[in-house]
Every structure is written in structure tokens, then in C-alpha cells.
């Protein structure tokens, strides 16, 4: 590994100051279980990184009445801990408890795991799922992208040079509201997503009817996809195994995989169904109530 030079701003003006003189050879640091690995592999020619867990904007939980917001740099273990969050998002602990095991939850992020905008990263389409607001700061000031934006190629995303994640934004989930998060991987955890599918839901007062839904997926297109077709076929459908199908079947449709040594397309497509229409069940017993964090942690393969 070469020599690198190590900043840690105090804030996030500082940050922006040390990402413009470090140009293109400049990268933020979270928690550095991607970045790091990168490093060692020879992968990126840096010649500095920038530390972003000493700004307390970056490093912050905070709660009001519209929304959950999540520093860019706050560990998965943070997140876990934290018994409002888990309490109010379920399906945000179905992610950052799977990504890699207890040690590496210590210090991988959310906004790490956005920001290297892996296709098949376990935490986007979740976070698709609850329509997250990625608030980035720069040279150019402060801006705002819906999550599904973000992303824009195998390792690519929206940031300019110099630009950064500071937090991600989670709307306050209305009344009758449910999420999940599945992957399927050919081991019990500790491996890359075959496909990843997030899913939520609003039900009527009467929790029959899907007032409205959202379904994304991971692992079958070069970005994290916002299945848009199957949030429309749910809306205003009756809660039925035909209704998921339909959704389940349209995800389906949408997934541009690619056969790799993790899987082939025809069963990443079919995965992109199955996944669908389990994710969706549960974002509804959730939304009914009936569901618990823990009973899905052990459909993921953990507990
Ligand atoms: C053993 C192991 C198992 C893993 N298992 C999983 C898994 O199951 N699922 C999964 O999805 N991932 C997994 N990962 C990958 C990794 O842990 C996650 O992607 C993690 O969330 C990255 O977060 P981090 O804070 O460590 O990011 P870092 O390594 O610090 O950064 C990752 C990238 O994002 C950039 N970056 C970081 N923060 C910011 C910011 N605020 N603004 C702009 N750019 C930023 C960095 O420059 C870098 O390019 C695993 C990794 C290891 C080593």
C-alpha cells in the first residue's frame, strides 16, 4: 500500500477545503471497509484520504417529526443500537445487519456503502424502498438527490469532484406503513448479493388495500433499481397473493442481469420475483403489525 496523506476536518467546510486541494487524487474515508480494501488491492491511485468521522453533522442520528436523519459516516452498529430507529425501521436493520458480520458493522456506513455504489450493495435498495434524500455538500454549496439518482454506474455515482455525502434523509413513515429487505446469497452471510430486493408499502386504515408501494432491486442492472412499474401495479390493488404477483412479475421484467460466477440471468430474473413478492409480504405484515425485525433477520440468514 503506498503512502498516503491522512486529513481530519473538524467540519464540514474544513472537508471541502481539504477535497479541493486534494483534487482528483482526494477521497473521503467513513468507515474504510471498502475504501481501505481498495487501497490494498492497488485499485486507486490516491494521495490522500479525508476522514469524515470527526464532523459531527457526519456522524449524527436525529429525529423529528418529518424525518429519521443519518449521518453519511454513522456506523451499521450505531444504527443497530439505536432502539427509536430500529423501533420505527425495521426494514433499515434488515440491511445494516447483513453487511459483512458483527466487526465490520463497527465502522462500514450507509453513506459508505451509497458512495461506492455497488450494484449489488445491501443497503440502496432499502433505502430506495423508503424514498431516502441524500443531502451532499461541495464547492458549490449544498444540494439534495433522491436516492434512486444517486447511483449512476458500477461504482459511480452523482458526487462532482470535491462533492461529499453528509446525510441521508428517511421521510417519517405514515400510519400503515411496512418495509423489507431480502437477498438472496448461495451461503448463510459474509457474500455479495445474486439479487437484493427492497420493498414497502402504505395500506389503507383498514389494511386491505395498498394505498401505494415501492420496489427496487440490487444486484441485476449496472445501478440499484427503482422498479417503477410495480409501485404503480400496487397502487390502489387489494392485498392478495395475485397483486404481489402481478408486482413480483414486473420486477421481474425490469431486471437487466447479467450472468456472472454469483448467478446466471434466467435465475437472477427469477430471483428478482421471488424476492419481490416475499419482500412485499412481509412490508405488509409489518404494516399490519405483525411482523418483528428479528424473525426477518432470520429469514436473511442471521440470528
Ligand atoms: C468482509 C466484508 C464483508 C462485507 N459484506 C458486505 C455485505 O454483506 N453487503 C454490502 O453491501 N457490503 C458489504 N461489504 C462492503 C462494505 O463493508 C460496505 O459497502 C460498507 O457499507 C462501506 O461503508 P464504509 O463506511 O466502510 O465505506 P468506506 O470504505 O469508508 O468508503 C466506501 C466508498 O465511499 C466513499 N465514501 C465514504 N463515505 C463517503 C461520503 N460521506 N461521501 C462521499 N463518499 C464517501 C469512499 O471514498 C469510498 O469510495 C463488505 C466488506 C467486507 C470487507
Redesign the pocket.
Known amino acids: 500500500m503506498q503512502a498516503l496523506d491522512y486529513v481530519a476536518p473538524n467540519n464540514v467546510d474544513e472537508a471541502i477545503s481539504a477535497l479541493a486541494d486534494g483534487g482528483e487524487r482526494a ?11 481498495q487501497l490494498q488491492e492497488g485499485r486507486l491511485g490516491l494521495d490522500t484520504i479525508v476522514d ?1 468521522k470527526r464532523i459531527p453533522e ?1 456522524m449524527a442520528i436525529s429525529v423529528s417529526s418529518d424525518s429519521l436523519t443519518i449521518g ?2 454513522v456506523s451499521c452498529h450505531t444504527i443497530n443500537a439505536n432502539q427509536s430507529v430500529r423501533d420505527a425501521y425495521p426494514a433499515l436493520i434488515d440491511s445494516t445487519h ?3 458480520g458483527t466487526q ?1 458493522q463497527g ?7 451509497l ?2 455504489s ?1 450494484p ?4 440502496i435498495p432499502n433505502l430506495i424502498a423508503h424514498n431516502v434524500t441524500c443531502h451532499i455538500a461541495g464547492p458549490s454549496g449544498r444540494r439534495s438527490v433522491a436516492v434512486e439518482d444517486f447511483c449512476t454506474a458500477p461504482g459511480r455515482n452523482v ?1 462532482e469532484n470535491g462533492e ?2 453528509v446525510a441521508l434523509e428517511f421521510p417519517t413513515p405514515p400510519a400503515n406503513f411496512g418495509a423489507a429487505y431480502l437477498r438472496f446469497i448461495p451461503r448463510n452471510e ?1 457474500d ?1 448479493a445474486v439479487v437484493g430486493a427492497g420493498a414497502s408499502v402504505v395500506l389503507s386504515d383498514d389494511k386491505n388495500t395498498i394505498q401505494s408501494g415501492r420496489v427496487s432491486l440490487g444486484a441485476v442492472a449496472p445501478t440499484p433499481l427503482l422498479v417503477q412499474e410495480a409501485g404503480d401495479a400496487l397502487a390502489g390493488q387489494p392485498v392478495s397473493e395475485e397483486t404481489l404477483a402481478r408486482a413480483a412479475e414486473l420486477a421481474k421484467d425490469a431486471a437487466r442481469p447479467i450472468s456472472d460466477m454469483r448467478g446466471t440471468i434466467p435465475q437472477r430474473k427469477h430471483l428478482s420475483a421471488i424476492l419481490t413478492q416475499r419482500a412485499l409480504r412481509i412490508a405488509i405484515d409489518r404494516a399490519r403489525g405483525t411482523k418483528t425485525v428479528d424473525e426477518l433477520g432470520r429469514l436473511n440468514g442471521h440470528g
Open positions: 477521497r473521503p474515508l467513513s468507515g474504510g471497509t471498502d475504501l481501505i480494501a469524515l457526519l453519511a459516516s447483513l453487511i459483512g465490520i465502522r462500514a456506513s450507509l453513506g459508505g456503502n458512495c461506492n455497488s449489488a450493495a445491501d443497503s458526487l461529499f455525502l459474509m455479495i
